[in-house]
């Protein structure tokens, strides 16, 4: 599977942002999927994920409650759904898909796949 990331962009605290991961190649719906942050000079970090089975959701605390991960079947695409958004949000956002079983859902070793990144900037 290919994914394509999009939908970042500059936008100031307490905006909103939608970013998307679209598939290509095979069904998205076929995979978990999860959404990982990079901050400059910073590890790329577990943001949020959706299960290929049930179709569970996880967050990072940092973002509990702001963000929301979704499916569109329609576009065979995994959205983004960014609320609140604080300058602290800011970093090159990576979606990927989890094909093994290996380590955990909040890992990057956990997923196989992986898109470019969208770069999301949060001016205070």
């Known amino acids: 599977v290919q994914l394509q990331a999009s939908g970042g962009g500059v936008v100031q605290a307490g905006g909103s942002l939608r970013l998307s991961c679209a598939a290509s190649?095979?069904?998205?719906?076929?995979?978990?999927v999860g959404w990982f942050r990079q901050a400059p000079g910073k590890e790329r970090e577990f943001i949020a994920t959706?299960?290929?089975?049930?179709?569970?959701?996880f967050y990072a605390d940092s973002v509990k409650g702001r963000f929301t991960i979704s499916r569109d079947n329609a576009k065979n695409a995994v959205t983004l759904q960014m609320n609140s958004l604080k300058p602290e949000d800011t970093g090159v956002y990576f979606c990927?898909?989890?094909?093994?079983?290996?380590?955990?859902?909040?890992?990057?070793?956990?997923?196989?796949?992986w898109g470019q990144g969208t770069l999301v900037t949060v001016s205070s």
């Open positions: 990927a898909a989890r094909a093994s079983s290996r380590s955990t859902v909040f890992n990057v070793a956990g997923y196989d796949y």
């Open positions: 190649g095979r069904t998205i719906s076929g995979y978990t």
């Open positions: 959706l299960t290929r089975i049930g179709g569970s959701t």
